[in-house]
């Protein structure tokens, strides 16, 4: 069965660190893509990175990146030089061959000025 | 940027009534999704519909609930006989294909869902 796994309830981050949001997952099927969404208090669900299971290099988009770990089967995003503006709700995902994605439950981050 | 957009941004029912949620996803997607997200708590698949029928659905997604493509456009989901425990903000999605590497969903700013 598939899983994803966000053992963070809540982290707190000085603004302008780095910080590492955790995510582990769980699947049979070798085909396979991973995603992160910023869900703001706003409440919309904001895209920010993919990661497909036989991509050879992490993804990085801007200020994130995706340091995955095939065999430890993780996933964890990494944001650097964090702002004020990061402060949201943060969901891994995870899509096999079938037609849905699931999602973690989460990690509340909070960027402190 | 294309965007997907849903209607209405909150909905307030009574219990045991029906309600429809409506979404217009991204023009040249293809496949269709509904989640849910009960407050603060975890975002729940409940369906996707691809090629005008469901192509996978969640165990909750049972006979109260219902998808359809109405038109080119449209994509409604509906709640028939509402309970309290269906509030919750219901998002829709689209995505371009779902085949590997698999095109992210992109999501509409949701609906919210008030039962009372």
């Known amino acids: 069965a598939q899983k994803i796994t966000q053992t963070q309830p809540g982290m707190f981050v000085q603004e302008k660190e780095a910080v590492t949001l955790d995510c582990t997952y769980d699947?049979?099927?070798?085909?396979?893509?991973l995603f992160w969404y910023k869900q703001p208090s706003s409440g919309e669900m904001i895209f920010l990175i993919y990661?497909?299971?036989?991509?050879?290099q992490n993804a990085t988009e801007g200020r994130y990146s995706l340091n995955f770990q095939k065999a430890r089967k993780s996933a964890n995003l990494v944001i650097s030089a964090s702002q004020l503006g990061d402060s949201a709700m943060y969901f891994c995902?995870?899509?096999?061959?079938?037609?849905?994605?699931?999602f973690g439950k989460g990690t509340r981050l909070h960027i402190l000025p | 940027e294309p965007e997907v957009t849903q209607t209405p941004s909150h909905q307030v029912t009574q219990m045991g009534q029906e309600v429809i949620l409506r979404c217009v996803p991204i023009?040249?997607?293809?496949?269709f999704y509904w989640y849910r997200q009960i407050l603060g708590q975890k975002v729940e698949f409940l369906v996707c519909?691809?090629?005008?029928?469901?192509?996978?659905k969640a165990e909750i997604f049972d006979d109260q609930f219902s998808v359809e493509r109405p038109d080119g456009s449209n994509f409604t989901l509906k709640i028939r006989s509402t309970k309290l425990e269906d509030s919750a903000m219901y998002f829709c999605?689209?995505?371009?294909?779902?085949?590997?590497?698999?095109?992210?969903?992109?999501f509409g700013n949701g609906t919210r869902l008030t039962v009372t």
């Open positions: 999605a689209s995505s371009q294909d779902s085949s590997y590497p698999g095109s992210p969903l992109h």
């Open positions: 699947t049979s099927d070798p085909s396979y893509g």
């Open positions: 990661q497909g299971s036989y991509d050879q």
């Open positions: 995902a995870m899509k096999n061959r079938d037609d849905k994605i699931i």
């Open positions: 023009s040249n997607h293809l496949y």
């Open positions: 519909f691809y090629n005008n029928e469901i192509s996978e």
